[in-house]
């Protein structure tokens, strides 16, 4: 399966790809982490793009592009991926098909997470990740486990902070930069029939049940096109007949034209069998004995 999972910042499009993960055995491919990765890696995109993600503001398409590409390719990738965070821009998207196209694997669905701006912002400002295992929780609606048998070093609690774009003044330069530039990207699936909406709101089972269901139906085979029944074969009609037909169906003006044609056709097939008529008649005519030749034939 290869999917595309939509949605604003704090729509849980990241929640769900890692329950799809388990689901389908495919990588889930965000492009925020790779960045993350980077950055914290120290590598020169990481520092490029440290100052672009502190602001809320996105990389350039190019970068963008070339990260998908070398991930997808990737052989964990090859039956299928979940890119959570990709496309944002219409050229990304318009990229990403044209990678599609090239490596004969089309996208199977792309799903819209849809979630009201309050929950959004309460999403986001409530987020939280842990230093040490990377887990991220919402302080509202996914709090850790406590004690926190589930992080790596087996610390009675996990270390949670907020990262600096989910503060409060970069979260609503994010959302515009998603009302801006990422809206198009739903116009453009939208346009090109790909696009799957499902409401991203309830309790994550739920939305996860929706999310399944949404997938489900992007990929369920076409309905099959009901081939139309076989016309039966009509005896051919004689040219005259339908000609008649025709002239019964017709509007007055052409009615009259259309009989016109009737009867001239009508005459025109009668007119060998009176030349023929006439042939016969002077034939017979000059083969009568006149009296004047029977005359000259008995020498008076
Ligand atoms: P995310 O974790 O997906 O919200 O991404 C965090 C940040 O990484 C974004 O605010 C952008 O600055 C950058 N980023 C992630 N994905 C993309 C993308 N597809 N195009 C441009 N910038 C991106």
Same mark, same amino acid.
């Given at each position: 399966?290869?999917?595309?999972?939509?949605?604003?910042?704090?729509?849980?499009?990241?929640?769900?790809?890692?329950?799809?993960?388990?689901?389908?055995?495919?990588?889930?491919?965000?492009?925020?982490?790779?960045?993350?990765?980077?950055?914290?890696?120290?590598?020169?995109?990481?520092?490029?793009?440290?100052?672009?993600?502190?602001?809320?503001?996105?990389?350039?398409?190019?970068?963008?592009?070339?990260?998908?590409?070398?991930?997808?390719?990737?052989?964990?990738?090859?039956?299928?991926?979940?890119?959570?965070?990709?496309?944002?821009?219409?050229?990304?998207?318009?990229?990403?098909?044209?990678?599609?196209?090239?490596?004969?694997?089309?996208?199977?669905?792309?799903?819209?997470?849809?979630?009201?701006?309050?929950?959004?912002?309460?999403?986001?400002?409530?987020?939280?990740?842990?230093?040490?295992?990377?887990?991220?929780?919402?302080?509202?609606?996914?709090?850790?486990?406590?004690?926190?048998?589930?992080?790596?070093?087996?610390?009675?609690?996990?270390?949670?902070?907020?990262?600096?774009?989910?503060?409060?003044?970069?979260?609503?330069?994010?959302?515009?930069?998603?009302?801006?530039?990422?809206?198009?990207?739903?116009?453009?699936?939208?346009?090109?029939?790909?696009?799957?909406?499902?409401?991203?709101?309830?309790?994550?089972?739920?939305?996860?049940?929706?999310?399944?269901? &949404?997938?489900?139906? /992007?990929?369920?085979?076409?309905?099959?096109?009901?081939?139309? %029944?076989? *016309? =039966? !074969? @009509? $005896?051919?009609?004689?040219?005259?007949?339908?000609?008649?037909?025709?002239?019964?169906?017709?509007?007055?003006?052409?009615?009259?034209?259309?009989?016109?044609?009737?009867?001239?056709? &009508?005459?025109?097939? /009668?007119?060998?069998?009176?030349?023929?008529?006439?042939?016969? %008649?002077? *034939? =017979? !005519? @000059? $083969?009568?004995?006149?009296?004047?030749?029977?005359?000259?034939?008995?020498?008076?």
């Amino acid at each position: 399966m290869r999917i595309v999972l939509m949605g604003a910042p704090g729509s849980g499009k990241g929640t769900q790809a890692q329950r799809l993960v388990k689901q389908f055995s495919i990588p889930q491919i965000s492009t925020g982490d790779i960045l993350r990765k980077h950055r914290s890696e120290g590598t020169e995109l990481g520092k490029r793009a440290d100052a672009i993600m502190a602001k809320g503001l996105l990389v350039d398409d190019a970068t963008m592009l070339e990260i998908i590409r070398d991930r997808v390719t990737q052989p964990d990738a090859q039956d299928g991926f979940i890119l959570d965070g990709f496309p944002r821009t219409q050229p990304q998207a318009e990229g990403l098909a044209a990678l599609m196209l090239e490596l004969g694997t089309p996208l199977d669905a792309v799903v819209l997470f849809e979630v009201g701006d309050a929950e959004l912002v309460r999403r986001i400002s409530g987020r939280r990740t842990c230093s040490l295992c990377n887990k991220v929780f919402n302080v509202y609606t996914a709090p850790p486990s406590s004690p926190a048998s589930d992080c790596v070093d087996g610390s009675t609690e996990h270390q949670l902070f907020q990262r600096k774009d989910d503060e409060e003044g970069t979260v609503k330069e994010r959302l515009r930069v998603y009302a801006e530039k990422t809206q198009p990207v739903v116009s453009y699936y939208l346009r090109t029939g790909q696009l799957r909406t499902v409401r991203a709101e309830g309790s994550l089972e739920e939305i996860t049940e929706r999310l399944l269901a &949404a997938l489900a139906e /992007a990929v369920a085979p076409a309905p099959a096109v009901t081939a139309p %029944r076989k *016309a =039966r !074969k @009509k $005896a051919p009609v004689k040219k005259a007949v339908a000609r008649k037909r025709v002239a019964r169906r017709a509007k007055p003006k052409a009615k009259a034209r259309a009989r016109r044609i009737v009867r001239k056709s &009508a005459a025109k097939r /009668a007119a060998p069998k009176r030349k023929v008529a006439k042939r016969v %008649r002077v *034939a =017979r !005519k @000059k $083969a009568r004995p006149t009296a004047r030749r029977t005359r000259a034939r008995r020498g008076k």
